[in-house]
């Protein structure tokens, strides 16, 4: 089975601080995506990685930055946290290769930004 | 800008009921529609997925219909069991990009 493993379930941090959450995932992957959930608002894309060390912006990225410095890892990175950054991220993972590929989650990191 | 749809926001059903959430989608371009199932404290999961040229995929309790001249697709949960109660998203993807639109979210609930 494909195991997305995010590093936190729970974080409390600062407004201003740098937050960094980080994934891994044992698939030999191609593809690493980072979403937000909120509540009435589904999943919402914040950036996209399809190889090491590329990156794709998604409906959401300002604010975040991201960083995939090998296949397995991908972290995204709050640069000066802000409240309205409350929220639960979900990273995931597709095989890559063309289209229709399945996405596999993990079971989120619950941000809190006082 | 909503690419796709989802109603209702939630839905509560007895057990042995047929849920039905609908997802409407306006992008033609859009060429693969997963459903994703999630578990509160889990990662969403995929449950079932379509391709435009087929109308209907069932897969055990669950299928979806899919109305291509419509840009409409629902899921059916046949004989509905407590254990199925999640929130449930409709998802597309572009032919290539690799990339998911979800929906908002539908939360299910079904009672014993």
């Known amino acids: 089975d494909v195991k997305v493993t995010q590093s936190s379930r729970y974080l409390v941090k600062r407004t201003g601080e740098k937050v960094f959450l980080e994934c891994v995932q044992d698939?030999?992957?191609?593809?690493m995506f980072w979403y937000r959930q909120d509540p009435g608002l589904g999943l919402r894309l914040i950036y996209f990685?399809?190889?090491?060390?590329?990156?794709e912006k998604g409906d959401i990225p300002e604010g975040y930055s991201v960083s995939r410095e090998k296949k397995e890892r991908f972290s995204l990175i709050l640069e000066s946290a802000s409240t309205n950054q409350t929220s639960m991220y979900l990273c995931?993972?597709?095989?890559?290769?063309?289209?229709?590929?399945?996405?596999?989650f993990g079971d989120g990191t619950r941000l809190s930004i006082l | 800008q909503q690419q796709v749809k989802q109603s209702p926001q939630s839905l509560i059903v007895q057990k042995g009921g047929i849920p039905i959430i609908n997802c409407a989608y306006e992008?033609?371009?859009?060429?693969?529609f997963p459903w994703y199932q999630q578990f509160p404290g889990k990662g969403p999961a995929l449950l079932i997925a379509?391709?435009?040229?087929?109308s209907e995929k069932k897969e055990g309790r669950f299928t979806i219909s899919f109305n291509k001249s419509a840009k409409q697709f629902s899921l059916h949960i046949m004989d509905s069991q407590p254990g199925d109660s999640a929130t449930y998203f409709c998802?597309?993807?572009?032919?290539?990009?690799?990339?998911?639109?979800f929906g908002k979210g539908t939360k299910l609930t079904v009672n014993p």
């Open positions: 995931a993972s597709s095989g890559g290769g063309g289209s229709n590929q399945p996405q596999h």
């Open positions: 698939m030999d992957h191609e593809n």
């Open positions: 990685s399809y190889d090491v060390k590329m990156k």
């Open positions: 992008n033609t371009a859009f060429d693969y």
């Open positions: 379509i391709r435009p040229d087929v």
């Open positions: 998802a597309a993807e572009r032919g290539g990009s690799e990339k998911l639109v």
